[in-house]
Structure formats: structure tokens, C-alpha cells
């Protein structure tokens, strides 16, 4: 075997095992460093910061700065015409950790119909949702926007154990026809979705806004 596939396999091995081997406890020097998924902090009044990032307090210029320059900032339309800007890291690395990062930002929908009226470029995604990418005045306007919530898609997988071990254990779990099952933590504002059949994901609102992550789930939950 070649060095460079060995060593491959060492960083894939590395990142699958993390989730489960990263020691528990008070020791705080990889959080200051990293700040990992499992490592939330809820504030007084209700609203929580993960991986640096506060949310409905972080704005979209502190953002872009925290992380760099590899990102796509764009409005989404769905097939319901319901919009939301979105900021796309599809090189998320925290620590040994990869994976991709979506942040919402906190937008009216009348506000980012307006910016879609006047976009720079339109198109369509893989999925058939609209996307539109703002024009340099409405770049400017939407620096001071704060980042409403955080959806994570890491690229190890998760599994049952492991989100207990690192999560602890949810206040509630509901199950979809699809095979996804959801793990609660209003406390945290945080649901983890393990699908037996695609990619886990982490979604991250601030734990005093919680409905607005859990409401939508009941519609599709089986009894």
C-alpha cells in the first residue's frame, strides 16, 4: 500500500473516530480551540453560540470573518415560494471534524423578495429550488443581519451511541415514515436527525426559539 493511501486512511479513521473518542469532562482546551458540536453554550436570555458562532447575535460580517472567504451567500426559494439567505460552507473543518455548514440569517420575507426582484443571478439547484445571488447594494445592506440558526451535515457518521454519549439524552424523540429519527434538546436548541438511510444533520436554533425548529416536525411525525 502507497503512503499516500495510508495515510488517507488514517485521517478518514481519525475523523470517524473523534465523535466517540474525544474525552468527556471539565477539560475546556479543545472547545476554546475548536468548539465542537456537542459543545453549546446557553446564555441568560435564552440564546445559545456553537462552534463561535452566537446566534441572533452574530451578524453576517462577523460570520464571513470567523470563517474565511469559502462560502456561497445566496436567497433559496422553495417550490412553496418561501425564501430564506443562506450562507454555504461546503468546507466546514472544526478540529479533526469535516463537514458542511449552512447559517440562516434572520431575513423578512418581504425584504428578500425585493433582493430577488433586483438579484445579480438566478438559477435553479439540483433540487429545483430557486437561488438567487444578491447584488452588491443588497451585499452591503445584509452585513449587520445576525445568523438566525445553524444546520451542520458532518462527514463521519453518527449513530444512536454516539449521540447519546456526546449529546446526552434528548427530551424527546420522534420518528419519520422516511427512517430519519429525531433527537430533541430544547435546552440546547438543538435537533439531531439520524437517517438509516442518507447523512445525519444537526440543526442549531437559539434554545428560546425552539418551537420554530420543533413545530414543523409534527405534521410529518408518525403517531
Same mark, same amino acid.
Given at each position: 500500500?502507497?503512503?499516500?493511501?495510508?495515510?488517507?486512511?488514517?485521517?478518514?479513521?481519525?475523523?470517524?473516530?473523534?465523535?466517540?473518542?474525544?474525552?468527556?469532562?471539565?477539560?475546556?482546551?479543545?472547545?476554546?480551540?475548536?468548539?465542537?458540536?456537542?459543545?453549546?453554550?446557553?446564555?441568560?436570555?435564552?440564546?445559545?453560540?456553537?462552534?463561535?458562532?452566537? %446566534? !441572533? #447575535?452574530?451578524?453576517?460580517?462577523?460570520?464571513? $470573518?470567523?470563517?474565511? &472567504?469559502?462560502? @456561497?451567500?445566496?436567497?433559496?426559494? =422553495?417550490?412553496?415560494?418561501?425564501?430564506?439567505?443562506?450562507?454555504?460552507?461546503?468546507?466546514?473543518?472544526?478540529?479533526?471534524?469535516?463537514?458542511?455548514?449552512?447559517?440562516?440569517?434572520?431575513?423578512?420575507?418581504?425584504?428578500?423578495?425585493?433582493?430577488?426582484?433586483?438579484?445579480?443571478?438566478?438559477?435553479?439547484?439540483?433540487?429545483?429550488?430557486?437561488?438567487?445571488?444578491?447584488?452588491?447594494?443588497?451585499?452591503?445592506?445584509?452585513?449587520?443581519?445576525?445568523?438566525?440558526?445553524?444546520?451542520?451535515?458532518?462527514?463521519?457518521?453518527?449513530?444512536?451511541?454516539?449521540? %447519546? !454519549? #456526546?449529546?446526552?439524552?434528548?427530551?424527546?424523540? $420522534?420518528?419519520?415514515? &422516511?427512517?430519519? @429519527?429525531?433527537?430533541?434538546?430544547? =435546552?440546547?436548541?438543538?435537533?439531531?436527525?439520524?437517517?438509516?438511510?442518507?447523512?445525519?444533520?444537526?440543526?442549531?436554533?437559539?434554545?428560546?426559539?425552539?418551537?420554530?425548529?420543533?413545530?414543523?416536525?409534527?405534521?410529518?411525525?408518525?403517531?
Amino acid at each position: 500500500m502507497s503512503s499516500k493511501v495510508i495515510t488517507l486512511v488514517i485521517v478518514i479513521a481519525a475523523a470517524l473516530a473523534y465523535f466517540a473518542l474525544e474525552p468527556s469532562g471539565n477539560d475546556t482546551s479543545v472547545a476554546k480551540t475548536y468548539s465542537l458540536p456537542w459543545q453549546i453554550e446557553v446564555h441568560d436570555d435564552g440564546t445559545s453560540t456553537v462552534f463561535g458562532i452566537s %446566534l !441572533e #447575535r452574530t451578524t453576517v460580517n462577523e460570520l464571513l $470573518l470567523l470563517n474565511g &472567504e469559502d462560502h @456561497e451567500l445566496a436567497i433559496i426559494s =422553495d417550490s412553496q415560494d418561501q425564501s430564506g439567505l443562506e450562507i454555504y460552507f461546503s468546507h466546514f473543518s472544526i478540529g479533526p471534524l469535516q463537514g458542511k455548514l449552512i447559517a440562516r440569517v434572520d431575513a423578512d420575507q418581504q425584504q428578500l423578495e425585493a433582493m430577488q426582484a433586483s438579484a445579480s443571478v438566478a438559477s435553479y439547484t439540483s433540487s429545483g429550488s430557486r437561488k438567487f445571488l444578491l447584488n452588491e447594494a443588497d451585499l452591503n445592506i445584509i452585513q449587520d443581519w445576525t445568523i438566525e440558526s445553524l444546520s451542520y451535515l458532518p462527514s463521519a457518521s453518527l449513530d444512536e451511541d454516539v449521540v %447519546l !454519549e #456526546r449529546f446526552g439524552t434528548p427530551s424527546e424523540r $420522534l420518528s419519520r415514515e &422516511e427512517g430519519i @429519527e429525531h433527537f430533541l434538546y430544547p =435546552d440546547k436548541g438543538l435537533d439531531i436527525a439520524l437517517n438509516a438511510e442518507g447523512k445525519e444533520l444537526l440543526q442549531y436554533v437559539a434554545p428560546r426559539n425552539f418551537e420554530k425548529l420543533r413545530a414543523p416536525l409534527q405534521a410529518t411525525i408518525q403517531p
